[in-house]
């Protein structure tokens, strides 16, 4: 008989395992549970283009300015993003939806090149920086039913790429670099003006900002150029500027192009075939495997003898190819990744494939997508994980230290890492939750 | 090992008398060869009293697995093989949908959750990104400067490791089988215990939007001697112990001279 003041002893195997079946099971995740797309943005703040407006006017009493944000922070969206570009001091942001409101802008506006956001404080003046991501209005024909497909950002100028209007250009155009003509003493600051480009031999498929100039490339193959040429990145064979899109010959006639890139002043173009042709500013030795001007106005075939080469990407001084296999191979001026002995090299040189996470315990680790900014590098694995490499400036790297990185550093991202875009001093990456 | 037979006891050459050949009485000396007396044995005593005998890296009372032991000269090899910093290896069981406190399975139940969500694909992509992390740490706690072109030919090959004190480390985790609730991995890390590898089962649980408790901690691999060269529980007798430490001479001499 139970009685008060009579112990009850250590509980017995029996009743343990009678009390863990009657315990409640909680749930935090269903089998459907899907993974959710997020964006993270790193680097210099002031001007606005992470889109945080506390690092810049802090909201709380206790916070204070963030002058560089230097590991990957998070920036809530209302919708997912599917494509973003960095151009210098400013970001967009580009999804897929149906929805008005397609585009999205933060950061320098000076040139309005996010666009005319009007300021509430004096509704005939707009913003000079926007620090937050705000829409940005496309003159769309049937905005309910185009899709933003992608966009890139120059130095001062924009390109939004839909997939049945044609190419929407805004911001500065002393080079003509939005397609239109030069007006002289155009003031950028404050305009309303969005220009439509339509007239292609077919429909764009990809666009790429340099830093003065617009490269546009369509579903045959073709590739066509507008904007400043002094150094010979418009690939028109002069060395004038070209304010209306005119098709590129050279060494890429008749050649199926697969993908175009530049960031700085010099050009670099991937042929189905697996083919690599560059042209433009060729200062640091970025196209010194042809020729030996320092600026070449025509695309020339680049004879490099590493195998077939899948995408290019190109910096402000150097250059990064991937191939097919997964090798990632460099050249230019700079920072290049292979430690702070190599500094310039005119022939490609191979990042050894153990720096990306490659050991004989994990074989089938490849890098799957390279990507430039002004002076940095990125590579994205198939696991989902980001290596950069290049000058910290402002703290762009996202390492968590200001020091340059020699070689690939990986970011720590919560995620795997889906996609990247590298400015002067930020990077924005679009990554899937676990 | 005193039943073994020891030294030959010295031999040392002593002029002794004894009776001259010729007529009796005169005493002569005489060259001989006559072993020591104080090396007989009974003058001597047992060769062996006790032995020092010095334990490697720690192995918890929960776990299993190899267990360097060092006998007499041999705890000074041990703590060279301590400084060299080897990696080593467990095989680390675990069951998914159950939280306890010590994160083992006979800990005190703190929670139950469903875990029917969870694939071989994600429980890889965390530890992809445990690998990731860890790798950081790696690079970081090894105090090289990072500018240095000779820290770029190590990273290449994967030679950076933390030569001093440094918090547990994972340089590299495999899922070896994955059957719902229960999984295996392998991994291989630095400067560890036992319980740090059973909270990181614990931290997948959760990363995994369950949890998870460790079943089984195996030690496979402790710098250069793997479960090959352990002996069984059959084997720990004086032939065995013998025959091992005669085995592993040789790895471990070439392992600390390539270290050190």
Redesign the interface.
Known sequence: RRGLGVAVGPPSTRQLRE??EA???????????RRKDRVFVWGFSYSGALGVPSFVRPDAGWKKPRRIQPTPYRLETEEKISSAACGYGFTLLASTTRDITKVWGMGLNKDSQLGFQRSRRDQTKGYEYVLEPSPIPLPLEKPQQTRVLQVSCGRAHSLVLTDSEGVFTMGNNSYGQCGRKVVEDEIYSGSHLIHQLKEFDSRVVQVVCGQDHSLFRTKKGTVYACGWGADGQTGLGHYNITSVPTKLRGDIAGVNIIQVSSYGDCCLAVSDEGDVFGWGNSEYLQLASVTETTQVNVPRHLPFKIGKIKEAACAGTGNIVLTEEGNVFVWGYGILG????LIETAVPEMI?P??F?W?D??PDIRVAHVCCGLSQFAALTN???LFVWGKNLRGCLGTGRM?????P??V?V?G?VVDVACGVDHMVSMVRS? | LNAALGRAPRQRVRFLPAPAPGGGGALELVAARVPVLADHPLVRGPRFRKLKIGAGHRLDVKASGVFVLGIGHGNKLLTDLYNCHLTKVYTVGGLF?KATDDFSDTGN?V????F??ITRE?LE??L??I???N??AL?MYSNID????E???L????LIRPMGKSPPIIT?V?CLQFALPEFQLEV?CLHETQQYLRKMVHEIGL????SAVCTQVRRIRDGVFTVDDALPRTQWNLQGIQEAIQNCQLKVETELEKTL
């Open positions: 009390a863990e315990a409640l099971v909680f749930q935090y995740a269903g089998k459907a549970a292979k430690g702070p002995n050894p153990s720096l996470g050991s315990f994990s696991r989902g994980e020091e340059d990185q020699y070689f550093w990986r720590t919560p795997e676990f | 949908g139940l929670e139950k959750t469903t029917d969500h994600k992509r965390i992809a990104v690998q990731g992390t790798q950081k690079l990072m500018k240095t072109q820290a770029y030919e990273a290449v090959k994967g590299a495999r291989h990363e995994l939007k369950s």
